[in-house]
């Protein structure tokens, strides 16, 4: 990418721009909101663009982006779970929730929750399949939504510099930015994958 004789950034960049940051915040929310979507390898391509970008403030803008999606969409998430909580014949929010929270992890991420309070949100961001069992627990102690907010804005921020880092490395390390996206999505692929395959090894041994 460069720049135009006046210094301002080429046309095809301010409609990457255009599209691209729209876009990404409704991937994150929608992924939030329904936990298929891989948000994180979608931030981590993001940031690859961003740092091949000429523009200013794109990466900045990239985290502003997803922070802000992931914190509504898990805000959302947590209200619907609430109201789930509240009926007498639950909700499908609700029992998607309790679907994706196993026993055992929703009984590890309720120990944490007793011991560390809202804190544990941060570190359930950035655990792979980490978010929804603490998510599960602190409705069933039936945390307000102001005090579950508190705690999942640090959260949200620590998940976006992360992916974003990740992006970051991945498109410092090739000159063209769909390898460095290629490279991104591997090792966020592999960051996802790596507590499962350790578990499963530490229960064969």
């Known amino acids: 990418m460069v720049l135009s004789a006046a210094g301002t950034t080429l046309p095809h960049e301010s409609t990457q721009q255009a599209v691209g940051y729209p876009t990404l915040f409704m991937l994150v929310l929608i992924g939030a ?3 298929v979507v891989p948000t994180g390898a979608l931030v981590s ?74 804190t544990v949100l941060v570190l359930s961001r950035l655990v792979p399949a980490g978010r ?12 307000p939504m102001r005090r579950f907010a508190r705690g999942n804005l640090p959260a949200c921020l620590a998940w976006a510099v992360t992916y974003q880092l990740i992006g970051i490395v991945g498109g410092s ?3 063209e930015p769909w390898e460095g996206v290629v490279a ?19 229960s064969a041994g």
């Open 45 to 118: 391509s993001a940031a690859v663009v961003a740092f091949h970008q000429t523009a200013p403030f794109s990466l900045l803008l990239v985290f502003v982006t997803a922070s802000l999606a992931a914190f509504l969409g898990d805000i959302a998430l947590y209200w619907l779970g609430r109201r789930g909580m509240g009926s007498k014949n639950g909700s499908r929010w609700l029992e998607a929730i309790r679907r994706r929270a196993p026993e055992d992890r929703l009984a590890r991420a309720q120990e944490r929750l007793d011991d560390h309070g809202v």
């Open 173 to 175: 390390l090739f000159s």
């Open 33 to 35: 909101l329904v936990p």
């Open 184 to 202: 991104a999505v591997a090792l966020t692929l592999v960051i996802s994958v790596a507590p499962g395959v350790w578990r499963r090894v530490r």
């Open 132 to 143: 929804i069992p603490v998510m599960l627990a602190c409705l069933l102690a039936k945390m």
